[in-house]
């Protein structure tokens, strides 16, 4: 069994926030499992987000996604495959 992680990190979150969402929102039926991080609440939030997606599908269509989050300014992706 194979499964294929996409590590999103973003450096200026609050600039690229709504672009990468509507990234996601476009491949929103390959994503299974999203989880998101950055640090801090209210006054104190951080610029900095990480994102983990466990995603599904052709892996052309990953490699699509992938490619798309990478074109956003102060985005950075990694695309992992993990077999157990």
């Given at each position: 069994?194979t499964?294929?992680?996409l590590?999103?990190l973003?450096r200026?979150?609050?600039?690229?926030?709504?672009?990468v969402?509507?990234?996601l929102t476009?491949?929103?039926?390959?994503?299974k499992?999203?989880?998101?991080?950055?640090d801090?609440v209210?006054?104190?939030?951080?610029?900095?987000?990480l994102?983990l997606l466990?995603?599904?599908?052709p892996?052309?269509?990953?490699?699509?996604?992938?490619?798309k989050?990478?074109a956003?300014a102060g985005?950075k992706?990694k695309?992992v495959?993990i077999s157990?």
């Open positions: 069994m499964k294929t992680l590590i999103i973003m200026t979150r609050r600039q690229s926030a709504v672009r969402q509507k990234v476009d491949f929103g039926c390959m994503i499992t999203r989880l998101g991080i950055h801090g209210l006054d104190r939030c951080s610029d900095v987000g994102v466990e995603i599904v599908g892996k052309q269509e990953k490699r699509k996604l992938d490619r989050l990478k956003i985005v992706t695309l495959d157990l």
